[in-house]
């Protein structure tokens, strides 16, 4: 059974930095491209930044492109998201999960599965 817990979230002021933890089990990881997503109250879930199974291919977002960057720690079964430049409208329960995809990586969360139970981060202007 595949097992993902998000880490890292808080209250941070605008401007501020946060970095997110995702740990995976049940799941060979490096074998898999990765994905964080958010979802704003009210708002329908959105993906943010993708990584390929390597690390070679990444995607992101227009929303954070620039401000945020994905990598992973594959021997730490591990995904991160370093936030900087936050702003309010980046407030959210933010996801991380892994794709089904072993090549590339996409940001269709159809592709995507096991959903953890999310971080929440709160951005104040």
């Known amino acids: 059974q595949v097992q993902v817990v998000e880490s890292g979230g808080g209250l941070v002021q605008a401007g501020g930095s946060l970095r997110l933890s995702c740990t995976v089990s049940?799941?060979?990881?490096?074998?898999?491209?990765m994905g964080w997503f958010r979802q704003a109250p009210g708002k329908e879930r959105e993906g943010i930044s993708c990584?390929?199974?390597?690390?070679?291919?990444?995607d992101y977002a227009d929303s954070v492109k620039g401000r945020f960057t994905i990598s992973r720690d594959n021997a730490k079964n591990t995904l991160y998201l370093q936030m900087n430049s936050l702003k309010p409208e980046d407030t959210a329960m933010y996801y991380c999960?892994?794709?089904?995809?072993?090549?590339?990586?996409?940001?269709?969360?159809?592709?995507?599965?096991?959903w953890g139970q999310g971080t929440q981060v709160t951005v104040s202007s």
């Open positions: 990584i390929s199974r390597s690390g070679g291919s990444l």
């Open positions: 049940g799941l060979t990881f490096d074998a898999y491209a």
């Open positions: 999960a892994p794709s089904v995809r072993s090549r590339g990586c996409y940001l269709f969360e159809s592709e995507y599965h096991s």
